[in-house]
C-alpha cells in the first residue's frame, strides 16, 4: 500500500526534529564518549586512506607488555590470554598492568632516558621517579619536585639531578648552563629556545632571544652542590635583570624571568647583603635560603594548569610514548611553523589531562584503549606504505630501550633472574652496545652495527642461547615433536604462534641442521631473537 | 652580561639526524635515505669506484720543514732543500723518499685559512668551513661516504685508522645523521665483538644469520620498509666486517713492506690502510699525531719528518706501481701550518695565514707545485685557497660536480662545499 505523501512529509519532519534535536544535544553526548573514542574518531576522520585492522590478541599482549611492563610476556602469559574468552581480557590486562608494580620500572627507564639523555646516574634520581610513578603522583607535582628540588626531603630530594646532571663536568667541558636553559623549555614546555641563545632563532619565528633569556633567568644561577652525597643545587641571587644583545644588532635588551610567551616575573628589590631570610654558612657549608628564588618562582609558574605549553608537551610525550611519533614532532619543536598533525587532538589531550588533574596513568589508559593504539603494524593496503606516519594508518614501530631489550632477552631465553649487581651490569653491557651517545634523545628505532655486532658475538648474549638447566633451549630440547617444540619457541620468544609457513620453515631448519639437535635449537632461538620483530615493538 | 658559552647544537640538524636515522621518521625515500638531492649520480659514481686516502697530521705540521722550505732567510730554520725527481721542485731535505715521488704528488703552496686553534680548527677544515647556516656540516669522510656510498665492496665508506681506542664516531656527520659516520680502528684493531665466539663455527653461523634473514623478510612483507631496512643495513655491515677478519690481520703483510713503510704506528697504519684501500672502503682516513711543535719545533720535525716520510712515500710508490692511484685521490694535510717567526721556545705557532698541504691520485695533475708564499713564507703571494677552495677541488677530483650537486637536509638544500669558493683548476688533471 502506497504511503500517503502527507504521512512521508511528517515522517521526515519528525526525523528531521529527531535528527537536529541528536545534534542540539552532541556536545553533552560527546562529553559522555570516553576519550580513547573521540581519539579514534578524530584519527579516523584524517587518514585519508584505509586503517589497518586491529592487531591479534598476541600482537597486543606483546606490545602492552612491552609498554606497560617493559618486558615481553611469558609463553604461559600469551597462552592464557589467547585462551582467555573474555570480551573484555584487553581492557583488563591493561588494568592489571598499570597496577602491577613493573609499571613503576618501565616508567623510570623511559623517563630516566628522557629526562637525562644518558648524562649522568644516579640510585637516588631512580627512586625519585620509581616512587613517583609508583604513586602515580600528578606530573605537575613531578615537575615542581624536578625544577625546585628539596634538599631536605630525603624521599624525593634524588630530583636535583635534572640540574646536577648537565651542571656536572663532563670531560673537560665546563658545566653546561646553556643546555639546563634549553633542557627546560625541551623536557616541560616543548620549545627548544638554544639557537635563540645569541639572537632571534634563524628558521623558528616563534623563537625569541628573550625566551632563551628569560629561561635562562630562571636557572642561570644554579650551581651545583658538591659536598653532598646526592644530587644537589643552590642558587646565587638574582639581583637583577639579564642585560643581553642580538650578535646581529648593537641595542642592550634586558629581561627578568620569563617563560616563552608568558609574562616577566619582577625581581624585588632587595639591596646587596639582604639576599637571604637565611644567610649561607661556609663553615657549615649550607647554601643558605634565598628572599628570592628564581628557581622556585620557576617552579610555581611553570607547571601550572593555565600554561597550555605545559599539558600540551606531556601528552605529546606520552601520545609518542605509546604511538611511535610526537603528535608534534620532534617533541621539543611545538611552534607555528611546526603544527601538530592532529591540533584538535593535542588540544583535547591537553585539556583532559589538565582536566584529571595531570593524571599520567589515566591518559596512558585511555590511549591503550583506543583502537589507535590497538591497530597492527601491517599496513592495510599498498598505498599506505607511502602514507606519512603521522596519519596512523597502521601502527608504528617503536625502540626498545637497551633494558627493554635486556629484561625481553633475559625472559625470551629463560634466563635465571640474577641479584641485583649482575642485573646492574647487564643493564651498562646493553646501554653500552644499544644506547645512543649522550645528549641525543632516544626516540626512533635505530639500528647500529656495533649493536648487530654485539647481538652475534658478545659472549655473554651468546651464553644465553647455549643448553643450561631450565633455560629455554634446555626447555626445547626436551620436546620431541618437532611441530610442538617451534610452537612453544614461537611462544616464548616471539611472543606468538608461527603461521603455518613459518613452522615449516623452522622444522625444516631443525632436520636439515647438520649438528647435534640442541645446536640446532641454540641457532633457531638466536635467529627468532635477533630478528627485527624481536629488536622493536611492533 | 652573561657569556654566550656553548655552540649553538641548532635543532635542524637534528631533526634531519633523527629522520634520516629512519624508522619512525617521516622522511621515506631516496632523499631521505641518502641525504642527496639528485640519486641518480650516486649510482653512476658508485660505478667508478674513486676511493679516497685522506692522511691528516694533526697538530700542525710545518710547511717550512717540508713542502715549502726557506733556507738561508730569516726564519727558514736550519735544514737545506733537496731536489725532487720533478726537474726545478725542491723540498726540504727531511722527506727525501717523498722527493723520489714528487712526479706523482701535487703540492699547493698557497693555503689561507680561518682558525688558528685545534680545538675548533680541526673539525673546522674538515668540515670545509662552509658558509654558517645553522647547521653542523659532515666531514670530508661523511661527506664521501654520503655522496658515493660504500661501492661493489659492501664495507663501511668511511673508515678511520687512529692511534688510541676505535669505535662509531657519529659526529662527524654532522647532519647526514650517525650512518655517515666514522667507523674508528683504534690501532688499526678490529671493533668490538667482531670475532665470531667459539662456540659457533662458520657454518653454524652462516646457517643461523640464514634463518634470521628469512625471518625478517617474513616480518618485512607488508609493513613499512625503514625498520627493516635499517636493521638489514646494519647486520650486513657486521657481517661483512665479520668475513673480512683478515683486514685487520697484520700477519699477512711482508717484512719487506713492514720495514719499507716503518714499524712506528704511523707506518702499521698506512700500511693497515692500504689493505682497506685494496679491499675497496671508499674513503680511508689515517692518523699522525703529535706535530703540535711550539716547543724544539726544529728537533721535533727531525724526529717526526722521517716516519711521515717514509709511510707516505711508500703508499705513493705502491698505489702508483698497483695502478690504484688512477682511482684513489690522496690528501695529506694538518688543520693550519707552523708560524714562520720561530719563537723564544725554538718552536713556531700556529700559522693559518700561508702553509701547505699535498695531493695525489685521481683526477689531480702529477708533480706540479701551485701558489707560493713570499720570500721569508710569512703569506701567500699568489691566489690565497681557503679549506673551500679545497673542497671544491676534492670533490671534482672523485667526478662530483660540486657547483650543482647539493645535500639535502630535510628538504633546506646546502651546497657541499662554500658558496663563495670554486675549484683550484691549476691542480685538477
Redesign the interface.
Known sequence: MPVPATDLLARSLVLLIALSWLAWDAPPLKGETPLHQRIDLIIAEKAGGSLAEQATDAEFLRRICLDFAGRVPTSTEVKDFLLDKRADKRTAMIDRLLADTRYADRMTDLFNIMLIERRSKHEEWLKFLKESFAANKPWDQMTREILAPDVDNESNRGSAMFYTARLEHYGQN?P????LVRDVGRMFLGV?V??A??HDH???NDYKQADYQGL?AFV?TATLRTDLKFPAVSENPLLQK????S?FASDEMKTGPRLPGGNEVEIPAITKGQEYLVPPDKKLKTPGVLKFSPMRVLAETLPRKDNPAFAKNIVNRLWWMMM??GLV??L??HHSDNPPSHPELLDLLASEITAHAFDIKWLLRELALSETYQRS???PDEAA??A???TYR?A????LSPTQLLESLLRATGQPVHDAKSVAELRDRFDKAFAN?PKE?E????????????F????VV??WF?RQENNTVDRLSQLSDAVALVDEAYLTILSRVP?E??RT??VR?LKD???PRE?AIS??T???A????F??N? | MQENSSLCTPSEHRISRRKLLGATGAAIGAAGLGGLVQPAIADELTKKDRQVLFVWIDGGMSQLESWDPKPNTRFGGPFRTIRTSVPGIEISELMPQSARQMHHLAVVRSLCTQDNSHSAGVARIQRGDPKNRGVTYPYFGSAVANLMGPGHSKLPAYVWIKPGSGGFIHEDAGFLGPKYGALAFGDGKPPENLLRPESVSAAEDDARQELRELMNARYAHRRRPLVSDANKYVFDTAKTLMHRRELFDESSFSVRDRERYGTHDFGRHMLIGRKMLEAGVRFVKVNSYGWDTHGDNFNAHLNLMPKFDQAFSAIIEDLAASGMLDHVLVIAMSEFGRTPRINGHIGRDHWPEAWSLVMSGCGVKRGVVVGKTNHEGTFVDSEPFDIGHMFHTWFRALGINSGTVEYDNNGQPLPIAHDDHHACDEVLA
Open positions: 665546563p653546561d648552563v646553556p643546555g627548544d638554544q639557537c641563545q645569541c634563524l628558521f623558528v635562562y642561570g639579564i642585560a643581553f644583545k650578535v611511535g611519533r614532532d620532534p621539543d619543536l603494524t601491517i599496513l606504505a607511502r606519512p606516519l603521522a597502521a608504528l614501530e617503536r625502540p651517545p634523545p626516540v626512533s628505532v635505530a639500528p647500529t652495527v656495533k649493536g648487530a655486532l654485539f652475534s658475538n658478545d659472549a651468546v651464553a647455549d603461521t609457513l613459518e620453515d623452522a631448519f641442521f647438520a649438528g645446536r641457532h633457531l638466536w635467529a627468532m635477533s630478528s627485527t620483530e629488536f622493536v611492533h
